[in-house]
T-cell receptor, first 115, second 110 residues
């Protein structure tokens, strides 16, 4: 069964360092998302991406964050200068054509720990 | 501000019990409501509801949406220990993003 894959599964970094989280969405999907979940809190939307551009982003997704689809298969989330409060589980998700139709499939997540 | 509220926040039952999880929402440009099960990591998809009054069913799980009263319920009958998880309700808006509730943590005791 096709699935969304994410790497790394866990990354530990020092405050101020740049991190890149990688995702390979399901191959025929056209809509891509990043969500995050701080431990014990609800899953929060970060950004949606379609047709090589950001469709929508939340207040959390400030200038320190960026997304890219560099090669037609990978979908990356970059945090330029990490802060302690960026520690969270980051989920990539994808869905088939149609922003509001169809299911949203999540990857297993990348746990980011900022020290 | 868009919001999704789930209740109860946590629930402990015994195997064989039936549970009902609630989800109410206030979301502009509603498109669909989705239920997910989250065990250790990724939320796994259960149901997507777009129309009022039409029950979706999968085995012992079922769900229904009321778009007039802005809520949905998820029922689990004959619960098993493997049903223990956090159940997430999320509403999808016109742009496609999901707005999640805080989840209901279900614990099924043997």
């Amino acid at each position: 069964e096709p699935e969304v894959t994410q790497t790394p599964s866990h990354q530990v970094t020092q405050m101020g360092q740049e991190v890149i989280l990688r995702c390979v969405p399901i191959s025929n999907h056209l809509y891509f998302y990043w969500y995050r979940q701080i431990l014990g809190q609800k899953v929060e939307f970060l950004v949606s991406f379609y047709n090589n551009e950001i469709s929508e982003k939340s207040e959390i997704f400030d200038d320190q964050f960026s997304v890219e689809r560099p090669d037609g298969s990978n979908f990356t989330l970059k945090i330029r200068s990490t802060k302690l409060e960026d520690s969270a589980m980051y989920f990539c998700a994808s869905s088939e054509q149609g922003a509001w139709t169809g299911e949203l499939f999540f990857g297993e997540g990348s746990r980011l720990t900022v020290l | 501000e868009d919001k999704v509220v789930q209740s109860p926040l946590s629930l402990v039952v015994h195997e064989g019990d039936t549970v009902t999880l609630n989800c109410s929402y206030e979301v502009t440009n509603f498109r669909s409501l989705l239920w997910y099960k989250q065990e250790k990591k990724a939320p796994t998809f259960l149901f997507m509801l777009t129309s009022s009054g039409i029950e979706k069913k999968s085995g012992r799980l079922s769900s229904i949406l009321d778009k007039k009263e802005l809520f949905s319920i998820l029922n689990i009958t004959a619960t098993q220990t493997g049903d223990s998880a956090v159940y997430l309700c999320a509403v999808r808006n016109q742009g496609g993003k999901l707005i999640f509730g805080q989840g209901t943590e279900l614990s099924v005791k043997p």
